[in-house]
């Protein structure tokens, strides 16, 4: 294999604000509250805390390991010496990546449009569930797509650094302050103390489920429940498909990985739940919750636009436009380092130009997602495929390698260590998060086919 120069980021805080620009995203505002509505609230955020110790800060954590460790974009570094066969986990990632961004763009398509909508004033008219189900499938929605998909590919076609590091820096403060302010606004909402009790107060009874087996029938985890949330942790992380590998890939050996994992983990974490803190008071002091029971995954989309409403006029219409708007670039750089996992490795497999590999991908990802851009069945569908399971298929076989395979890990993780944690990193790492994802990806892939077969037969 050739020696390849890799570039590296001009400065620490340049990787840490890519790697948090890739995690922030739709994953932090539109999916994790539309799982935690459909799994009934707080119990779920319950359990994707757990795991999100359990199991996203040591797969955080591997995945700086190997990038930095290899310097290679994914497939590469899975194939070093001696270690052939693990080549096609690197193909794995490329396949879902390329899953993930082919509908990822189609809901990022809706944020553009909804940015686009607070300036014409469209989005302070409608009724908020009607719309999002008019715009949210058809015409209008691969077209935004297209829009969406095309800047993205724009930007990767010009490299690593340009763009990333910059944009970072000011969008995801500026997320965070409007999320938290819209947060205070709905605290001082009517019935908003409902919305708190359903998100942070768990009903422990909903984290059971009743299964029968053989005649007799016994409660026991909800199974689905804790797939998703552990599935939540993977995609809010950007963990299992490579993208945080191919960033470590050009990170310098000074860093400290545990430190970034945390720091990483923490930001990501934190806009996540203030989401949960603006949305849940707002669904219910507005009387959403029957319109968002029947399609939670429109939830973000339908909920905040009601808010906007009711605080009306010009600070009504800024408001929903900056929030539309930052959410839509949280959206690119995190769909940035989905295109950037395909793109390096195209380039890195078949030595051809960036210009070629990032236009080539970026054409075949749209059309990838023209079916997520008609059906949001499919979209639905389509998300628990690439954006849980393969995701967590690829964290399984991540972690096998880590863990078990690759012989210089430990070397490279103290490489800049501060602080000693790899027993602990190395008992999860080996012991509890493989059984755990296996146990889970049984539960997923049991009922997978018969979801897929339910959708394409339409029943
Ligand atoms: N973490 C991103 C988000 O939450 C999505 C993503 C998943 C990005 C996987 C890269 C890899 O929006």
């Known amino acids: 294999m050739a020696e390849i120069k890799r570039e590296r980021w001009g400065t620490r805080a340049g990787f ?3 790697a948090i620009g890739s995690a922030v995203g739709l994953g932090n505002m539109w999916r994790f509250p539309y799982l935690t509505a459909e799994y009934g609230g707080a119990s779920f955020v319950f359990l994707y ?8 800060l040591p797969v ?3 995945e700086l390991t190997l990038g930095r460790g290899s310097r ?13 066969s693990w080549h096609w986990l690197g193909y794995l990632f490329v396949l879902t990546g390329f899953g993930i961004l082919s509908y990822y763009s189609v809901i990022a398509g809706w944020t553009v449009r909804y940015m686009l909508d607070s300036l014409t004033g469209i989005l302070m008219e409608v009724n908020t569930g009607e719309y999002f189900n008019s715009i949210s499938e058809g015409q209008d929605a691969l077209i935004y797509h297209l829009l969406f ?22 969008l995801i403060p500026t997320l965070f302050f409007l999320t938290f302010g819209l947060a205070i606004w709905a605290f001082y909402q009517p019935g908003s103390m ?35 949330a552990a599935g939540q942790t993977f995609f809010t992380l950007s963990l299992g498909m490579g993208a945080i590998i191919t960033y470590a890939s050009y990170l310098s050996e000074e860093e400290d990985l545990f430190g970034e994992t945390l720091i990483i983990s923490f930001s990501n974490f934190s806009i996540s739940f203030i989401a949960g803190l603006m949305i849940f ?18 939830t973000l989309f339908v909920t905040l636009p009601e808010a906007f409403q009711k605080i009306g006029g010009w600070w009504g219409t800024i408001l929903s436009f900056f929030f539309f708007f930052c959410l839509m670039l949280a959206a690119l750089t995190s769909a940035i380092s989905l295109l950037e996992v395909v793109t390096s490795t195209l380039i890195d497999e078949f030595n051809i130009s960036r210009k070629n590999a990032a236009a080539g991908s970026g054409l075949a990802i749209f059309l990838g997602g023209v079916p997520a851009a008609l059906s949001i069945g499919w979209l639905d569908l389509a998300d628990r495929i690439s954006g849980q399971f393969l995701l967590m298929v690829g964290g399984f076989f991540l972690t096998i390698y880590i863990g078990w395979v690759m012989k210089s890990a430990l070397d490279e993780l ?24 296996l146990a889970l990806l049984l539960t997923i892939g049991w009922e997978l086919p018969e979801k897929i077969f339910n959708f394409l037969t339409g029943s």
């Open 414 to 437: 103290r490489r800049g260590m501060k602080f000693n944690a790899i027993p602990l990193w190395l008992f999860l790492i080996r012991y509890i998060v493989p059984p755990a994802l």
């Open 60 to 62: 955080m954590t591997a």
């Open 194 to 228: 409902e919305g708190y009790r359903f998100y942070l107060a768990p009903n422990w009874k909903n984290l059971l489920e009743t299964y029968t087996l053989g005649g007799s029938s016994f409660s026991f985890l909800n199974l689905n429940m804790l797939a998703a």
């Open 281 to 298: 008071p707002i669904i219910f002091s507005t009387n959403l919750i029957d319109e968002i029971g029947d399609s939670t995954i429109g």
């Open 16 to 18: 840490i604000l890519a």
């Open 149 to 170: 998909m095309a800047i993205t590919t724009g930007i990767v076609l010009g490299g690593v650094r340009k763009g990333i590091e910059r944009s970072v820096k000011l």
């Open 49 to 56: 805390i757990v795991l999100l110790f359990l199991i996203g």
């Open 72 to 84: 290679r974009s994914p497939v590469q570094a899975l194939s070093q010496k001696g270690e052939q």
